[in-house]
């Protein structure tokens, strides 16, 4: 069964640090970008940190750049993402999504084409 598959994640204090894995060795389906997406209690969906093949560099929700740092292993089909700093507003459901994004696509936009595939989620909760 294609799937991926979110590890890593937890409770922390403010100011600690998690790393979330997400295994894509059994997601087969065509993907150039793969991408970490949160929902926070009450809130809607948002991408964090993003790469795409077709872009230079990683894309970072505003909040979390310069805390978190996203990675990938193309031989293990896997990504990563290292949060450090963590606040109490990081507190959320955490997904790792894969996707296919057309030339001259945003990047942003990747886990929200008809191609997407979303894992299904991990909690992190920061307490302060």
């Known amino acids: 069964q294609d799937r991926l598959a979110e590890s890593g994640g937890g409770s922390v204090q403010a100011g600690g640090s998690l790393r979330l894995s997400c295994d894509g060795s059994?997601?087969?389906?065509?993907?150039?970008?793969m991408a970490w997406w949160r929902q926070g209690p009450g809130e809607e969906r948002e991408a964090v940190a993003i790469?795409?093949?077709?872009?230079?560099?990683?894309y970072y929700t505003d909040s979390v750049k310069g805390r978190f740092t996203i990675s990938q292993d193309n031989a293990k089909k896997s990504v990563y993402l290292q949060m450090n700093n963590l606040k109490p507003e990081d507190t959320a459901m955490y997904f790792c999504?894969?996707?296919?994004?057309?030339?001259?696509?945003?990047?942003?936009?990747?886990?929200?084409?008809?191609?997407?595939?979303w894992g299904q989620g991990i909690q992190v909760t920061v307490s302060s």
């Open positions: 059994r997601y087969n389906f065509r993907r150039n970008c």
């Open positions: 790469m795409y093949s077709g872009h230079g560099s990683a």
């Open positions: 999504v894969a996707d296919f994004l057309a030339s001259n696509t945003e990047v942003t936009e990747c886990g929200q084409t008809n191609l997407k595939y």
